[in-house]
């Protein structure tokens, strides 16, 4: 990889995918535009310090399809990371691009019903630093119930 580059695409594939008529009961109110609920996982390589994968959950429900989608995505870093963490501005970036072919197959998956749906543009950085956030908060409740020595059994 040239440095100049600083994030290639190794490959993605679709982990799950649902595509079903809802009930007008389940779908949101509004126009043709919506935000789906976003979820999403990064990943290191154990052993090779520029590799990295990102797991992307996508799903809603409107104009009558109910839809989840689950991809991963595997990428290559030009510089490796320090200390094996990972880069928030990467995670972003990997995120931003498998976030582009989730729309591609949500598009493509409303046409075979008919429908055309729109998902709305996500701010990943965000939703990468609330996840660090969270991270953190659950890093410093655990380090504190390890300050609990276990009871001693005689």
Do not use: W
């Not at 990889?1 to 600083?6: N, P, Q, T, V």
């Not at 290191?44 to 409107?62: C, E, I, M, N």
């Amino acid at each position: 990889m040239e440095k100049s580059r600083l994030l290639d695409v190794d490959s993605y594939r679709v982990e799950e995918l649902h595509f079903v008529p809802s009930t007008p009961e389940e779908d949101q109110d509004g126009g043709l535009l919506f935000l789906p609920e976003v979820d999403f996982s990064a990943f290191t390589h154990s052993a090779v310090q520029d590799k990295f994968a990102v797991s992307l959950s996508v799903s809603g429900k409107r104009e009558g399809l109910k839809f989840s989608l689950r991809i991963i995505g595997y990428f290559t870093v030009a510089e490796p990371f320090l200390d094996g963490k990972l880069p928030s501005e990467r995670v972003v970036n990997a995120l931003t691009i498998l976030y582009g072919v989730v729309r591609g197959y949500l598009g493509m998956c409303a046409a075979m019903f008919g429908a055309s749906v729109t998902l709305s543009t996500v701010y990943f950085t965000d939703l990468v630093k609330a996840k660090i956030e969270s991270a953190k908060d659950l890093v410093v409740e655990e380090s504190e119930t390890r300050l609990i020595e276990p009871a001693k059994t005689a």
